[in-house]
C-alpha cells in the first residue's frame, strides 16, 4: 500500500475498514491500490467536511467509469444481437446505462452502505439518493479499470450486470417479437403465431401465459403483465432457442 493509501485509509473507522474489505470478500476483488477504491465511495459531501484530510471525492472516477461502462455494454451488446439495428442498441444501451439501472445494480452489491458521506447528506437520506448510488456505480467500475484494467471490469460485468439484459430486465425496450420474425424469415423456417394460454390472478394484478409457436409447435412460452409482454418474453425464450441451435 502506498503512503497515500495508508494515510487515507487510517482516517477510516474501524466500521467502514470492514464493510468495504467485506465487500471485497464477497465479490472476490481485491485492489492492489486501496487508495482507488476508498476514492470510489467517497462522496463530495464527506471531503468538504474534512478539508484537513487528504481525501478526493469521486467525481472523477465517475466520468472515466461512466465511458468505461458505456464501451463494454455496447461491446456486449453488439455481439450479443448481431441481428439488432443500430437505433435499437443505441435504445437498449441507454436502458442499461440510466440512472434506474445503476440505481439497481448499485442496490444488489449494497454500495449505499459503503459510500463515505458527510453528516448533512446523511441525515437527508443521501445514503439511498438514486444519484448517488448511481454515481458510486460508475466510479467503482472507474476506479476498478485503473485499478486492474478491461477484463477485470469485463468479469465483474459479467457477474453483476449482463445477466440482467440477458433474462429480459430491459424488455420494455427491446422488440423481440420483430427480432423473432427476421430470423425465422431468414431460415425460412414457416409461420409464426402467437397464443394466450392462461390468464391468472385478479384484475389488478393479471399475470398472462403465451406460446410462441412455429408451424403449430410452441418453441418458447413467457409470463408477463400483460398480453404483449407475455408475448414478447414468449419471442425471447424462442430467440434464445434458435441461438442454441446455431
Not at 468538504?48 to 478526493?56: D, M, V
Not at 469521486?58 to 468505461?68: C, P, Q, Y
Request: aromatic residues 8%.
Amino acid at each position: 500500500m502506498n503512503r497515500r493509501s495508508d494515510v487515507r485509509s487510517k482516517h477510516l473507522t474501524a466500521d467502514q475498514k470492514r464493510k468495504i474489505n467485506q465487500f471485497q470478500e464477497m465479490h472476490e476483488i481485491s485492489f492492489h491500490h486501496k487508495d482507488l477504491l476508498y476514492q470510489a465511495f467517497t462522496h463530495s459531501s464527506y471531503v468538504n467536511e474534512h478539508r484537513s484530510k487528504p481525501y478526493e471525492d469521486n467525481e472523477r472516477l465517475e466520468f472515466l467509469g461512466d465511458a468505461v461502462l458505456e464501451l463494454m455494454i455496447s461491446q456486449f451488446l453488439f455481439k450479443k444481437y448481431p441481428k439488432m439495428s443500430e437505433g435499437q442498441l443505441t435504445k437498449l444501451r441507454a436502458a442499461v446505462v440510466c440512472e434506474p439501472s445503476l440505481v439497481r445494480f448499485a442496490e444488489k452489491l449494497s454500495f449505499g452502505d459503503l459510500v463515505l458521506l458527510g453528516k448533512g447528506e446523511e441525515l437527508t437520506g443521501g445514503r439511498r439518493r438514486p444519484a448517488l448510488l448511481a454515481d458510486a456505480f460508475e466510479s467503482f467500475i472507474g476506479a476498478l479499470y485503473l485499478d486492474q484494467g478491461i477484463e477485470t471490469v469485463e468479469i465483474f460485468l459479467q457477474k453483476h450486470v449482463y445477466p440482467s439484459i440477458s433474462e429480459g430486465a430491459f424488455s420494455h425496450v427491446m422488440d423481440y417479437k420483430s427480432q423473432l420474425q427476421e430470423i425465422v424469415q431468414q431460415k425460412g423456417a414457416g409461420i409464426l403465431e402467437y397464443e394466450i394460454l392462461e390468464e391468472n390472478g385478479p384484475a389488478h394484478h393479471r399475470e398472462f401465459v403465451a406460446s410462441v409457436n412455429l408451424n403449430g409447435d410452441s418453441i418458447g412460452k413467457g409470463l408477463g403483465r400483460s398480453k404483449k409482454e407475455a408475448e414478447q418474453q414468449a419471442a425471447r425464450k424462442a430467440i434464445e432457442t434458435f441461438e442454441k441451435m446455431t
